[in-house]
């Protein structure tokens, strides 16, 4: 049960657009459409942006995209703004025996 | 407002056994599948169980298989871990999470967590 890769850290000044991706194998990521995305900001719980691959829940910023080629997903956030600091993390269904697993974590810094 | 408060962390010794607790309100317990996912201190999230609605089904991160064990009372509005043998590497703040309305695989509410430390 590996996490999904994940790069430790990205970054980018306000009003730029980022993209953090996410890579599994065939048995996670490539199987299905089963990934989400979650923003963790310094000292809160997890919050869901991306679920399905590429949908956004009622209230998450049009700002939040995600899109999955092969066995590498990837979020992008545009017009990055200073509240988006934070930690985000990818997940994926993993078939009936390891389930779900999450990526390793992206720090992104906004500079 | 939906809520999850969890309780029952604290220090353990290796080996040692833990129950944690999570009190659900603000919406229909019984309808949504419940997690466990947990996070080590400065480390990132791991998936660690799960059950769904009635409490019959579940799943476990191969890394506390046989160790622990998820259950809920849906009368009671309650979700617990119960925790044997465990180990340094099991250290982390515990989360109690509602499996989404959106689809099962995904969580949409989180409580606020309970630290577990295990050391000696």
């Given at each position: 049960?590996?996490?999904l890769?994940?790069?430790?850290?990205?970054?980018?000044?306000?009003?730029?657009?980022?993209?953090?991706?996410c890579t599994?194998?065939?048995?996670?990521?490539?199987?299905?459409?089963?990934v989400?995305?979650?923003?963790?900001?310094?000292?809160?719980?997890?919050?869901?942006?991306?679920?399905?691959?590429?949908k956004?829940?009622?209230?998450?910023?049009?700002?939040?995209?995600?899109?999955?080629?092969?066995?590498?997903?990837?979020?992008t956030?545009?017009?990055?703004q200073?509240?988006?600091?934070g930690?985000?993390?990818?997940?994926?269904?993993?078939?009936?025996?390891?389930?779900?697993?999450?990526?390793?974590?992206?720090?992104?810094?906004?500079? | 407002?939906?809520?999850?408060?969890?309780s029952?962390?604290?220090?353990?010794?290796?080996?040692g056994?833990l129950?944690?607790?999570?009190?659900?309100?603000?919406?229909?317990?019984?309808?949504?599948?419940?997690?466990?996912?947990?996070?080590?201190?400065?480390?990132?999230l791991?998936?660690?169980?799960?059950?769904?609605s009635?409490?019959?089904?579940?799943n476990?991160?191969?890394?506390v298989?046989?160790?622990?064990?998820?259950?809920?009372?849906?009368?009671?509005?309650?979700?617990?871990?119960?925790?044997?043998?465990?180990?340094?590497?099991?250290?982390?703040?515990?989360?109690?999470?509602?499996?989404?309305?959106?689809?099962?695989?995904?969580?949409?509410?989180?409580?606020?967590?309970?630290?577990?430390?295990?050391?000696?």
């Amino acid at each position: 049960q590996s996490a999904l890769t994940q790069p430790a850290s990205v970054s980018g000044s306000p009003g730029q657009s980022i993209t953090i991706s996410c890579t599994g194998t065939s048995s996670d990521v490539g199987r299905n459409s089963l990934v989400a995305w979650y923003q963790q900001l310094p000292g809160k719980v997890p919050k869901l942006m991306i679920y399905e691959v590429s949908k956004r829940p009622s209230g998450v910023s049009n700002r939040f995209s995600g899109s999955k080629s092969g066995n590498t997903a990837s979020l992008t956030i545009s017009g990055l703004q200073p509240e988006d600091e934070g930690d985000y993390y990818c997940s994926s269904y993993a078939g009936p025996y390891t389930y779900l697993i999450f990526g390793g974590g992206t720090k992104l810094t906004v500079l | 407002e939906v809520q999850l408060l969890e309780s029952g962390g604290g220090l353990v010794q290796p080996g040692g056994s833990l129950r944690l607790s999570c009190a659900a309100s603000g919406f229909t317990f019984s309808r949504n599948w419940m997690h466990w996912v947990r996070q080590g201190p400065g480390k990132g999230l791991v998936w660690v169980a799960r059950v769904n609605s009635d409490g019959i089904s579940t799943n476990y991160a191969d890394s506390v298989k046989g160790r622990f064990t998820i259950s809920r009372d849906n009368a009671k509005n309650t979700l617990s871990l119960q925790m044997n043998s465990l180990r340094v590497d099991d250290t982390a703040v515990y989360y109690c999470v509602r499996g989404s309305d959106l689809g099962t695989y995904y969580f949409d509410y989180w409580g606020q967590g309970t630290l577990v430390t295990v050391s000696s």
